[in-house]
């Protein structure tokens, strides 16, 4: 459990370092991930609603980029919604695992998880969420049937104090509880976050409590200090665990993060991390200190560059005279924004590509009402323009006339990949989800 606490401070800082930067940026169209002598690519692509419905993962082994993994993300109407992952396998795609979401007025209701193989789903984890108040429950696979082992309920019970309750079951056991854990959610006048504490308890053992308090200065809603203690039931007291502190820079942009760990009746500092921005505001630099010898020392550098049009398109970590060779990569987890969201991957280096606007896919419109697959041309990756249908079989021609493949994978999807054909002009005719057949040409460069 404390482990997750110290996680938990530490992801907060990525955050606070992120809203620093644009938020609106171009939708991202490939990322290269450099994890020392592995190299990963990570394509995307989107509707005309700019909602991702694609990722393909890939990794470079000789020069020669090699199929790994994809997602595709569907929305069947607006009541259902289906997330799918594929593994690249002797030079084919197959599904391996699906999560099905329902919804009823934009509210999950909700969630089925299943493995795939050859046409036949095996659900192993659902999720049900009573009418439109966030109570869910989780059912497993205990044996060959779904048994209830988690149930959420949340208790609101003042306006600034929320508890959320956590049961467990082991499937086995029947309705009798293994073990339980509770998260109360307290603000202050002001709306903001306060206190978190959480409690984990199990049969025969002692209950583990721990604490999160929030510090501002003045009326900010910037944390000044978030401090994490531990219950002892031995001695009756909170005792001090770890604590961060946050400064700022005039313009309200974190400045610097200080760790702590109390140990020995005192508090340790053990890292530091600084900012400094670009005159454009984004985030130039991420210096990351330790402490040796008790000094601060540097251990390495995340440094943001070609910055255009307010985001950088590079990031690169590497070490401090005191992390390791000086200037060699350092992997380590690289926070950065994608699509506006904050996440970060554990990598040396992060190439972005962006959709320039000349390059935003837009299905189809008024004056196109033929068009069935984009984007066209394309490198041969092709989507359904109507995002409400879904491909059950499809076959490629030549210009000749000449059937060149027939494919009908197991379930069906949104996407065609001819990507390997070489460039050139093909005819593609598809059944679609409503047994329609449709017919386009389309462009391979």
């Not at 992997?331 to 390059?359: H, M, Q, R, W």
Request: glycine share 6%; proline share 4%.
């Amino acid at each position: 459990m404390g482990k997750k606490f110290w996680k938990y401070i530490l992801v907060l800082g990525c955050v606070c370092i992120l809203s620093t930067m644009a938020v609106t940026q171009p939708k991202v169209h490939q990322i290269k991930i450099s994890e020392g002598f592995t190299t990963h690519f990570y394509l995307y692509t989107y509707d005309s609603n700019g909602q991702l419905i694609y990722e393909r993962k890939q990794i470079d082994t000789n020069s020669q980029r090699t199929n790994v993994e994809q997602t595709e993300w569907l929305m069947l109407g607006d009541t259902v919604g289906l997330q799918r992952k594929w593994t690249w396998n002797n030079g084919e795609w197959k599904v391996v695992h699906q999560i099905k979401s329902r919804f009823t007025n934009s509210i999950k209701t909700s969630e089925e998880f299943a493995h795939l193989n050859d046409g036949l789903e095996s659900v192993y984890k659902r999720m049900i969420r009573h009418n439109s108040n966030p109570d869910y429950d989780f059912y497993g696979l205990a044996g060959n049937e779904l048994k209830l082992i988690q149930t959420v309920r949340t208790n609101q019970e003042t306006a600034t104090r929320k508890k959320v309750n956590h049961t467990y079951f082991s499937g086995y056991s029947g309705l009798i509880p293994t073990a339980s854990s509770s998260t109360t959610y307290v603000t202050d006048s002001l709306g903001r976050t306060d206190s978190i504490l959480s409690e984990f308890s199990a049969p025969g053992q002692e209950s583990e409590k721990y604490l999160i308090r929030t510090f501002y200065t003045g009326t900010d809603t910037i944390p000044s200090v978030i401090q994490v203690r531990r219950w002892n039931p031995l001695t009756y007291i909170w005792e001090n665990q770890s604590r961060t502190s946050y400064k700022y820079t005039p313009e309200g942009k974190l400045a610097e993060e200080l760790y702590e760990y109390f140990r020995e009746m005192r508090w340790i500092a053990t890292h530091r991390y600084s900012y400094s921005y670009y005159p454009e505001g984004v985030l130039q630099e991420k210096t990351i200190f330790g402490s040796i010898y008790r000094q601060w020392r540097r251990l390495s550098t995340i440094e943001y560059g070609n910055i255009s049009e307010g985001y950088p398109r590079t990031v690169r970590s590497a070490y401090n005279f005191w992390g390791g060779t000086t200037g060699s990569d350092a992997i380590t987890d690289i926070p950065y924004y994608f699509n506006g969201l904050s996440v970060s991957k554990k990598a040396s280096a992060i190439e972005i590509e962006y959709l320039s606007p000349s390059k935003v896919e837009i299905p189809m419109n008024d004056d196109s009402p033929k068009v069935v697959l984009y984007p066209n041309p394309s490198n041969g990756l092709l989507f359904m323009a109507e995002s409400h249908l879904l491909i059950r079989s499809w076959e490629v021609y030549d210009m000749q006339g000449r059937r060149l493949q027939q494919f009908q994978p197991d379930y069906p999807s949104n996407r065609i990949d001819i990507s390997t054909y070489p460039a050139g002009m093909y005819l593609i005719r598809l059944v679609d989800s409503e047994n329609q057949y449709r017919m386009q040409k389309i462009t391979k460069y």
